[in-house]
Protein backbone atom coordinates (compact mmCIF):
# COMPACT_ATOMS: atom_id res chain seq x y z
CA UNK A 1 0.00 0.00 0.00
CA UNK A 2 3.12 2.60 0.89
CA UNK A 3 4.63 1.64 -2.67
CA UNK A 4 0.95 2.84 -4.41
CA UNK A 5 0.89 5.72 -2.59
CA UNK A 6 4.07 6.79 -2.52
CA UNK A 7 4.37 6.22 -6.15
CA UNK A 8 0.33 7.51 -7.25
CA UNK A 9 1.61 10.05 -10.17
CA UNK A 10 3.44 7.30 -11.53
CA UNK A 11 0.63 4.48 -11.55
CA UNK A 12 -1.67 7.30 -12.74
CA UNK A 13 1.20 8.60 -15.69
CA UNK A 14 1.15 4.97 -16.80
CA UNK A 15 -2.72 4.43 -17.06
CA UNK A 16 -3.00 7.89 -19.18
CA UNK A 17 -0.46 6.55 -21.49
CA UNK A 18 -1.78 2.96 -21.86
CA UNK A 19 -5.51 4.74 -22.29
CA UNK A 20 -3.70 7.10 -24.99
CA UNK A 21 -2.25 4.18 -26.78
CA UNK A 22 -5.48 2.27 -27.02
CA UNK A 23 -7.46 5.43 -27.61
CA UNK A 24 -7.55 5.38 -31.69
CA UNK A 25 -7.93 1.35 -32.05
CA UNK A 26 -11.56 1.96 -29.62
CA UNK A 27 -12.36 5.08 -31.40
CA UNK A 28 -12.17 3.36 -34.69
CA UNK A 29 -15.68 1.69 -34.39
CA UNK A 30 -16.91 -2.06 -35.10
CA UNK A 31 -17.58 -1.28 -38.81
CA UNK A 32 -13.67 0.26 -39.58
CA UNK A 33 -11.86 -2.17 -41.80
CA UNK A 34 -7.72 -1.70 -41.62
CA UNK A 35 -6.05 -1.98 -44.98
CA UNK A 36 -5.50 -5.89 -44.41
CA UNK A 37 -9.19 -6.51 -43.45
CA UNK A 38 -10.20 -4.57 -46.03
CA UNK A 39 -7.77 -6.43 -48.65
CA UNK A 40 -9.52 -10.00 -47.48
CA UNK A 41 -12.75 -8.98 -47.99
CA UNK A 42 -12.09 -7.67 -51.44
CA UNK A 43 -10.52 -11.17 -51.87
CA UNK A 44 -13.61 -12.73 -50.73
CA UNK A 45 -15.33 -11.25 -54.10
CA UNK A 46 -18.84 -9.63 -53.79
CA UNK A 47 -17.85 -6.61 -52.37
CA UNK A 48 -18.34 -3.43 -54.16
CA UNK A 49 -16.17 -0.82 -53.30
CA UNK A 50 -17.63 2.68 -53.05
CA UNK A 51 -15.30 5.97 -53.19
CA UNK A 52 -17.11 9.04 -51.12
CA UNK A 53 -14.45 11.55 -52.67
CA UNK A 54 -14.67 13.85 -55.19
CA UNK A 55 -14.56 13.82 -58.94
CA UNK A 56 -11.12 15.57 -59.35
CA UNK A 57 -9.81 12.83 -56.10
CA UNK A 58 -10.85 9.97 -57.94
CA UNK A 59 -9.62 10.84 -61.19
CA UNK A 60 -6.17 11.15 -59.52
CA UNK A 61 -6.00 7.48 -58.78
CA UNK A 62 -8.83 4.43 -56.88
CA UNK A 63 -9.02 1.15 -56.37
CA UNK A 64 -10.00 -1.16 -59.45
CA UNK A 65 -13.23 -1.47 -59.91
CA UNK A 66 -14.53 1.08 -57.63
CA UNK A 67 -17.32 2.90 -57.94
CA UNK A 68 -17.54 6.91 -57.41
CA UNK A 69 -20.33 8.21 -55.71
CA UNK A 70 -19.30 11.61 -54.07
CA UNK A 71 -20.54 11.66 -51.11
CA UNK A 72 -22.89 14.92 -51.17
CA UNK A 73 -24.61 13.00 -54.13
CA UNK A 74 -25.05 9.77 -52.27
CA UNK A 75 -28.87 10.23 -51.08
CA UNK A 76 -29.58 10.84 -54.77
CA UNK A 77 -27.94 7.78 -56.06
CA UNK A 78 -28.03 5.37 -53.39
CA UNK A 79 -30.22 3.22 -55.74
CA UNK A 80 -27.13 2.14 -58.23
CA UNK A 81 -26.26 0.37 -55.45
CA UNK A 82 -27.19 -3.08 -54.38
CA UNK A 83 -28.27 -4.20 -51.03
CA UNK A 84 -27.67 -7.77 -51.40
CA UNK A 85 -23.59 -7.06 -51.50
CA UNK A 86 -21.03 -6.10 -48.99
CA UNK A 87 -20.20 -2.46 -49.39
CA UNK A 88 -16.30 -0.92 -48.79
CA UNK A 89 -16.57 2.97 -48.48
CA UNK A 90 -13.32 4.74 -48.75
CA UNK A 91 -12.07 8.40 -49.39
CA UNK A 92 -8.63 10.25 -49.16
CA UNK A 93 -8.66 9.41 -44.92
CA UNK A 94 -11.43 8.08 -43.57
CA UNK A 95 -13.98 10.72 -42.42
CA UNK A 96 -15.92 10.99 -44.97
CA UNK A 97 -15.98 6.99 -45.64
CA UNK A 98 -17.57 6.59 -41.87
CA UNK A 99 -20.53 9.30 -42.83
CA UNK A 100 -21.06 7.81 -45.94
CA UNK A 101 -21.19 4.37 -44.51
CA UNK A 102 -23.36 5.56 -41.56
CA UNK A 103 -25.93 6.83 -44.79
CA UNK A 104 -25.55 3.44 -46.43
CA UNK A 105 -26.47 1.64 -43.07
CA UNK A 106 -29.75 4.05 -42.05
CA UNK A 107 -30.75 3.53 -45.93
CA UNK A 108 -30.77 -0.29 -45.12
CA UNK A 109 -27.63 -1.69 -46.38
CA UNK A 110 -26.64 -4.65 -43.26
CA UNK A 111 -23.03 -5.25 -44.61
CA UNK A 112 -21.36 -2.02 -44.57
CA UNK A 113 -17.52 -1.08 -43.73
CA UNK A 114 -15.34 1.84 -43.80
CA UNK A 115 -11.86 1.21 -44.92
CA UNK A 116 -9.43 3.10 -41.80
CA UNK A 117 -7.11 5.87 -42.92
CA UNK A 118 -8.72 6.04 -46.44
CA UNK A 119 -7.15 6.12 -50.14
CA UNK A 120 -3.90 7.71 -47.98
CA UNK A 121 -3.68 4.22 -45.73
CA UNK A 122 -3.93 2.11 -48.55
CA UNK A 123 -1.16 3.72 -51.12
CA UNK A 124 1.06 3.93 -48.05
CA UNK A 125 0.74 0.66 -47.61
CA UNK A 126 2.05 -0.31 -51.20
CA UNK A 127 -1.42 -2.05 -52.66
CA UNK A 128 -2.82 -1.33 -56.01
CA UNK A 129 -4.17 1.65 -57.67
CA UNK A 130 -5.24 2.56 -61.10
CA UNK A 131 -5.83 6.08 -62.62
Known amino acids: ?3 IIDNIWLI ?19 HALSTLQATQLLNQGKT ?3 DVRTT ?3 AKGH ?13 SRI ?7 AVLVMCASG ?9 LRRAGFANV ?11 TQGLPTTK
Open 95 to 103: ARSAKGAAQ
Open 1 to 3: MKF
Open 63 to 75: LRAALNIPLQDLD
Open 12 to 30: LIALLSGGALLWPSLNRGK
Open 113 to 123: HSLDGGFAAWQ
Open 48 to 50: VVL
Open 79 to 85: GELDKGR
Open 56 to 58: EEF
